[in-house]
């Protein structure tokens, strides 16, 4: 038998396609991938001991850093653990504001996502330019009503920062009239041409029951087939009262991946229409008029808070010592422990598989650093 | 009907795969058509100016065309004077200082010349562009309105020095931020422009006023002031002016119990200084309440981090916060820092 | 061209062959530059258009002096060369891949006016298409990078196994026709008022698809780009050039897809025939031949384009399985079909059933209409029989593991 | 698998594994009560399991084989300076019944020696990154994890950066190998 010799190759940290600085060392034997060990810290911050040293709400700011394509998600889950730590209470009102919020996010994040995705496998960016599209108009409606496009720093203890007003309900109800036509065109686009089959289906499998193990959450976690999206499980905010169904896949691949995210958005679609029709009810104002927003002290003890970000579970654990600073502050964020599954799901397929993988796991680097 | 309590429902759909169709190429010709469909519609399309149009083209040539910013819009901030007067609203309460999450403004408080007690004017101001994040932090805390978020995204420049922007590059006259913020001006407008008149009394001679503003310049100064053109079919429309944006008052209702506070404290400080000062306006002695017990941590870091971050080229020399407080204040941060160390020590 | 210097300026022979050979090659080294430039402001207006944005418009009006601004910032850029790169074959690779780009040139028919009359034209087309490859491999192997050689090896795979499909594609033609130089190819097509087009044959046009396909990757133009994959291994073979031979490399590439569109529209689109050539006859026939040539292979070029714009790329293996499984067994059974179709269409003596069923065999002018639709009945049945049952072949495969297993990757198959 | 109450945990661990909690806690004094203490550190709450640390990989099979919490979303390590304990908090969740978390806690010591806790890796892969980073930042040592290595700092980097001690101000790292 002829004798081959593996190859060691660094993909990384500068490379076209590993959505930010994150490195894997690779090993390959023709182009078959052998082992893959990914390296990080490239763009470590350390935010966590940021958080000690900032007060609570100097720390706001900070965490539309983490995955800086949902700030207002980000926003939203600090605020949430803040608001449990010291048991503000939020008006109805801005609880609909931070989900319609959520919703625009979630969907501008699967736009791109997917657009990258299929951009690492060679579709020359035209899906992704769609995504980047309606990301633009999602942005200018949050530079809108934040100030900011992409570090909206908007969520504040007990609400929002600023109200939303008839202006910016006409203009998102005007996106949503555009939004079916996106989906169905990025749908009917890729997701039945044979060439996208043949390098998205069986490839990346992750069963159901590794998943699981591997404490892997979000669009990943339910194309293995496990129906865990928390704002079903533990719903937080007024997710409750909206009727929206959990897309789940059966194989596990990067396709079920695929067309879990395209019906991930036509959900986010339908729970932003509920929550247009059940605002004017909503009472309260955006924000809780009694809460001291820079002084805050919240009471001895902690608090862990999550919500369902569009990459999986983010959620903030607080440690309070009663000062106006957190004891300790620690965020658990999706994309890195998704990342964890990576190596498992890419030994044996080929090298551009595992372009392929990576990208459908939906990693953004400021999370996985911090 | 309330929906307070209604249980959501939701049911799990698996996505459907059909891996049994036979493919003969028709997806991708169906993603060809669509392509080609988009082709034709983007060339003989007009550029779409509706938010709900998904055909068509997109781009904004930037320099010629620009979207209009909208209101909330925050850049960089600014600090505004009033134009019939030339006064600054700022009276250096320290509270944007305090809060910045990178610790990036430096504000020395003014002194009067002949008592050499402090005035409710800033001294020197400087904020370190090349740091600060646009929170807007600063802004939302201001109880005088004074620092607000610019609308300008054009400062790139070579010179790093340049931009630890110190104060007469800050002000801007209130007339340019009436112009790109009209509903967020006009909602605190009469309670600013209250309180300027307040401190307008308290400030001896010409402090407040000599930081290089046009006294009486109606009209916004070119250099600084430009509105941003009408956008020409850019994608998102003209931000109206008309439409109302409430500004999030965070905390400064004066409810009755604090009123009590108020005159709680007066009394305190009456008794304490025999009356030997002008007494101090009430609206400061509550700054100063809340100014005097910042928690530990932070008196102690700015006071660490601030020789580090003292701009090399700035203009006016900065004293770090606290060297020119009176004695008895000094007195307080002293305690307060052994207090920290003895803590860090154990 | 000879004749007419030796008259004008009285040259003798061999300064005249030297004028003239030196007039063409200049002809085509500019005109082959500048359609590459005109290519890709082409491409990149057209994708644009496609993602709902505008493409270059600021350099020139409406863009058009884009390509020279890209070549006087390629020109402009240091021309690095790796340090234990093997110096000779890194500098000579971009030369041997121009070299072969621009041979091919020297048999494709510009309307009527056409460079040189190689008998063989279209085997020295394909011929000389493979030197392309060497190209690749001496740039993967020469610039001592990994990804680099990744990308000369998939570039060399790819070009070997899609070769074949490109060659058999064209034998129809040639035994429809019954030569292999392009000359008399493109006059062939000039029937019925110029529309006799090969592609209008069910034979014809199962060799374009299947020709064009394999060119395509000949070209490297999606879904085979895999050399030069810029999300899997960076830039391909072309990762360590940098400045002036990374210009030439785009060159070399651009003027390869140049010369394909040229091909496919001069076999199968009937090159400068069209509509009312003939009847202007002279100089504006040749022009008005110019025109129709240009725009048939601009549009074959916004076919390459609009596939660009759409489909994602093929991985290796599955490329390799494309070529061998669904290619080559098609354009096999295309041959057979098309010598049925010669043999009914034609033959009189050689098989006098024929002649006894369906009468005498046609003329240019007077076409036996009886042979012409039993030859495209059978042809066209032969065609799709092999196509349904190649595919249903594929649609199963397609399901068998994708995956090495860990035993595999332990015994390192 | 019903869902456990706030304090169920700690019933049913003394039911089944009753070796398994560490009753040096089991009486400790709760939160002082006002919030003038403003330097007093927090107190080490009550109602969770705490666990002994050789006994926290039975305790995780414990809870996914028979109470159904198969999915392990976070290992927190919190550094107690002042009561000299490093705190790693295991949250665990339903995925089939959904509902709150459940909590266990490990307490272990600050000094190298006493700052070790078996790993979860072997059954929970999801782990392993999460153990490299309390690793990296406090120093725990999972002795049973695959490849326990820094995830974030470079692997000569001394020093263990989250914990309560490692000083915040002055560059400690440059000039202790500045020459």
Known sequence: MLKTEELRINIGPQHPSTHGVFRMLVTVDGETLVDLKPVFGYLHRNHEQLGEVNSYLQNMPFTDRLDYFNSMINNHAYARSVEMLAGIEVPERAQYIRVIMDELSRILNHATALGFMLGDMGAWQTALLWGLREREKILDLFEYVSGARMMCNYARFGGVARDIDDYFITETRKLMDGLPHYFDDFEGLLTNSEILLARARNIGVLPKDLALSYSVTGPVLRASGVPYDIRRAEPYAVYDRFDFDIPVGTVGDVYDRFLVRIAEMRQAYRILEQAFQQLPEASGGHINPKVKQQSLKPPIGEAYARVESPKGELGFYLVSDGTGNAYRYKVRAPSFINLTALADMCKGYKLADAMVILGSIDIVMGEVDR | ?346 | MVETFQQTFGAPLWLAVVLASGLKVTLILVGGSLGMMFLTWYERRAIAYMQDRRGPNRVGPQGLLQPIAEAIKTMTKEDTTPLEADRIVHFLAPVVMLAATVLTFAIIPWGNLFPSDLSVGVLFFVAVGGLHTLGMLMAGWGSNNKFALLGGMRGVAQMVSYEIPQVMAVIPIVLMTGTMSMQRIVEAQSGFGGLAWNVFTPVGLFAFVLFFIASLAEGERTPFDIPEADSEIVAGYMTEYTGMKFAVFYLANYMTNLAICFITTSIFLGGGNGPGVNELGGFLGGFLSLIYFFIKALFLFFIMVLIRATVPRLRVDQLMGFAWKFLLPLVLVNILSSALWVSITRWDQQAQIFTTWFGAPGTADAPNFIRLGVAVAVTVAINLGALVMVMGLNNRASQEHMRATDEELALGL | ?179
Not at chain 2, 123 to 148: L, N, R
Not at chain 2, 227 to 252: C, D, H, L, N
Request: proline share 7%.
């Open chain 4, 1 to 179: 698998m019903a869902l456990l109450l706030k304090g169920e945990l700690r019933s049913k661990l003394q039911a089944e594994l009753p070796a398994a909690l560490d009753v040096r806690w089991a009486n400790q004094a709760t939160a002082p009560e006002t919030a003038e203490h403003a330097g007093a550190l927090p107190v080490l709450i009550e109602d969770d399991a705490v666990v002994h640390a050789a006994q926290i990989v039975p305790v995780a099979h414990f809870l996914r084989d028979t109470l159904g919490y198969d999915y392990l979303s976070n290992i927190t390590v919190v550094d107690y300076l002042a009561f000299s304990i490093m705190e790693l908090v295991y949250q665990f969740y339903n995925t089939t019944a959904g509902g709150a978390d459940v909590r266990v806690r490990v307490r272990i010591g600050r000094t190298p020696e006493a700052c070790i806790v078996p790993s979860l890796s072997p059954t929970w892969p999801g782990a392993n990154l999460q153990e490299r980073e309390a690793y990296d930042m406090y120093g725990v040592v999972f002795p049973g994890h695959p490849n326990l290595a820094r995830v974030y700092m470079w692997d000569e980097f001394k020093g263990f950066p989250m914990r309560k001690d490692f000083p915040k101000t002055g560059d400690k790292y440059t000039h202790v190998t500045g020459e």
């Open chain 2, 1 to 346: 009907m309330t929906l307070a309590n209604r249980q959501g429902t939701g049911v799990v759909v698996p996505v459907e795969r059909n891996d049994q169709r036979f493919r003969a190429g028709q997806g991708t010709a169906a993603g060809l058509s669509i392509v080609f469909r988009k082709f034709r519609k983007a060339l003989f399309g007009k550029p779409n100016s509706d938010r709900s149009d998904t055909e068509g083209q997109f781009n904004v040539q930037y320099p010629e065309e620009r979207l209009a910013l909208p209101e909330a819009y925050r850049n960089m901030p600014i600090l505004l004077f009033d134009d019939a007067t030339g006064h600054e609203l700022c009276t250096s309460c320290f509270q944007c200082e305090r809060v910045c999450p990178p610790q990036v403004i430096h504000i020395t408080q003014a002194k009067d010349p002949a008592t050499g007690k402090p005035v409710p004017s800033a001294a020197e101001f400087i904020i370190e562009y090349d740091t600060c994040m646009s929170c807007g932090y600063c802004a939302e805390v201001c109880p005088f309105d004074a620092i607000k978020m610019d609308h300008d995204y054009e400062l790139s420049t070579s010179n790093h020095p340049e931009l630890d922007v110190n104060y007469n590059r800050l002000l801007r006259p209130v007339s340019y931020y009436e112009t790109i913020a009209p509903t967020l001006w006009n909602d605190v407008r009469e309670s600013a422009m209250k309180k300027l008149q307040n401190n307008i009394k308290r400030r001896p001679g010409a402090i407040g006023v000599d930081h290089g503003q046009k006294v009486g310049a109606k009209a916004a100064p070119a250099a600084v002031a430009r509105p941003a053109e009408p956008a020409g079919g850019g994608a998102s429309a003209v931000a109206p002016a008309a439409k109302r944006a409430s500004v999030a008052a965070i905390g400064k209702s004066m409810s009755e119990e604090r009123l009590a506070k108020l005159q709680s404290i007066r009394a305190a400080n009456q008794s304490k200084r025999g009356g030997a000062g002008a007494p101090i306006d009430t609206a400061h002695a509550v700054e100063a309440d809340v100014a005097v017990q910042p928690s530990t941590a932070q008196v102690a870091a700015p006071d660490a981090a601030t020789p580090g971050s003292v701009a090399p080229g700035a203009t006016g020399p900065v004293a770090a916060v606290g060297t020119n407080m009176s004695e008895e204040k000094r007195a307080k941060l002293e305690a307060i820092r052994a207090a920290k160390r003895a803590q860090e020590g154990e």
